[in-house]
């Protein structure tokens, strides 16, 4: 069961790193503690839409604009209740979008997805 109340997706983390967020490996082993800007990926770009009163279980879904793909997202439960899913949104082979449900009644979710052309 997740118990973090903001879940972020793989492709989230995988983009944050390779934009170079990360600076304490930097200063671990001697270079500068903060990196140097990093050109951000074309067409980058992030969206994030709030739900009110989500029941236990349903779906709400993030789309990136078209021409777009998702490279990762994530979804906020506030305090309560937790996540109980948290997956890219695919149509037609493509991820488009991201989705997320909680477990248990949100009074408050926020949905969010990366996207880049």
């Known amino acids: 069961m997740l118990r973090g109340k903001r879940v972020l997706g793989a492709g989230v983390l995988a983009l944050a790193l390779a934009s170079g967020f990360g600076g304490a490996a930097h200063a671990a082993t ?53 996540v109980a899913n948290t997956t890219p949104f695919v149509e037609n082979g493509m991820a488009t979008g991201w989705q997320g449900a909680p477990r248990g009644d949100a009074a408050k979710m926020t949905v969010w997805v990366v996207c880049v052309s």
């Open 30 to 82: 001697g270079g500068p503690s903060t990196p140097a800007p990093r050109a951000v990926p074309a067409g980058y770009e992030v969206v994030s839409v709030d739900f009110t009163n989500v029941p236990n279980g349903e779906l709400r879904i993030a789309c990136c604009p078209a021409g777009k793909v998702a490279t990762g997202g994530g979804v906020d439960v506030g305090s309560s209740p937790t």
